[in-house]
T-cell receptor
Framework: QKEVEQDPGPLSVPEGAIVSLNCTYS??????FMWYRQYSRKGPELLMY????GNKEDGRFTAQVDKSSKYISLFIRDSQPSDSATYLC?????????FGTGTSLTVIP | EAQVTQNPRYLITVTGKKLTVTCSQN?????MSWYRQDPGLGLRQIYY???????DKGDVPEGYKVSRKEKRNFPLILESPSPNQTSLYFC????????????FGNGTRLTVT
C-alpha cells in the first residue's frame, strides 16, 4: 500500500465550478500535509500546507485535513482556466516526503 | 531570485555511460533531496541530505549516488545508467523537514537508450 493515495483523474470542469481533490494516507505519524501544483514541463510549486486537522484557507483555495479518517482534501472555488494543472498531495515523516500520484485538472473556459 | 537550478534540462545517453545531473540552491537550505517522477507512480524519493556530508537513502536509491560537499550543491550521479532509469528527475530543497515546504527545480528529463 502506498503511503499516500490519490485519484489520478483526469478531472475536467467548466470555469467557475468548485473543484474537490482528495487523498488518503496510511501512516499515522504524518503530521505535515502539503498540496503542490505542477504545470506541464515545470517543477511542483507549493500551494498550501497544513500542520493539523481542520481547514486552512488561502484565497480561492481551502485545504482540509481529517486525521481521524486519514483524509486530505483541496477545494478550489471559482475555478479558472489558469488552474489547469496536476495537483499533488504530500506528507512527510522524519526526513522523507511522500507524494500522491497527482490529479490532472482541466478547467474549460 | 530564490531558486533551485538543475542542469541539464534534457539529457539523452546510452546504457553504461556515467552521467551527473547538477542541482544548486541559493536559499541557504540545509535539506536537499532528489526525486524521480514516473507516470502512475508519482514522485519517489531517491536520496536526501540533511546537511553537508550527511546523506541518506530514500525509497528508490538503487543505481544512484549523491554527494553533499557544499551546502548549496547536491549532484545526482548515475555510474552506469540503464533504460529503467529513464525518467523525469527533480531536485528539491528546504530549511528543514518540519514546517518548511520543499522548493523544486524545473526538472531534468533523462532518456537512457
Amino acid at each position: 500500500q502506498k503511503e499516500v493515495e490519490q485519484d489520478p483523474g483526469p478531472l475536467s470542469v467548466p470555469e467557475g465550478a468548485i473543484v474537490s481533490l482528495n487523498c488518503t494516507y496510511s501512516n499515522s505519524a504524518f503530521q505535515y500535509f502539503m498540496w503542490y501544483r505542477q504545470y506541464s514541463r515545470k517543477g511542483p510549486e507549493l500551494l498550501m500546507y497544513t500542520y493539523s486537522s481542520g481547514n486552512k484557507e488561502d484565497g480561492r483555495f481551502t485545504a482540509q485535513v481529517d486525521k481521524s479518517s486519514k483524509y486530505i482534501s483541496l477545494f478550489i472555488r471559482d475555478s479558472q482556466p489558469s488552474d489547469s494543472a496536476t495537483y499533488l498531495c504530500a506528507s512527510n515523516t522524519g526526513n522523507q516526503f511522500y507524494f500522491g500520484t497527482g490529479t490532472s485538472l482541466t478547467v474549460i473556459p | 531570485e530564490a531558486q533551485v537550478t538543475q542542469n541539464p534540462r534534457y539529457l539523452i545517453t546510452v546504457t553504461g555511460k556515467k552521467l551527473t545531473v547538477t542541482c544548486s540552491q541559493n536559499m541557504n537550505h540545509e535539506y536537499m533531496s532528489w526525486y524521480r517522477q514516473d507516470p502512475g507512480l508519482g514522485l519517489r524519493q531517491i536520496y536526501y541530505s540533511m546537511n553537508v556530508e550527511v546523506t541518506d537513502k530514500g525509497d528508490v536509491p538503487e543505481g544512484y549516488k549523491v554527494s553533499r560537499k557544499e551546502k548549496r550543491n547536491f549532484p545526482l550521479i548515475l555510474e552506469s545508467p540503464s533504460p529503467n532509469q529513464t525518467s523525469l528527475y527533480f531536485c528539491a530543497s528546504s530549511f528543514g523537514t518540519t514546517h518548511s515546504p520543499l522548493h523544486f527545480g524545473n526538472g531534468t528529463r533523462l532518456t537512457v537508450t
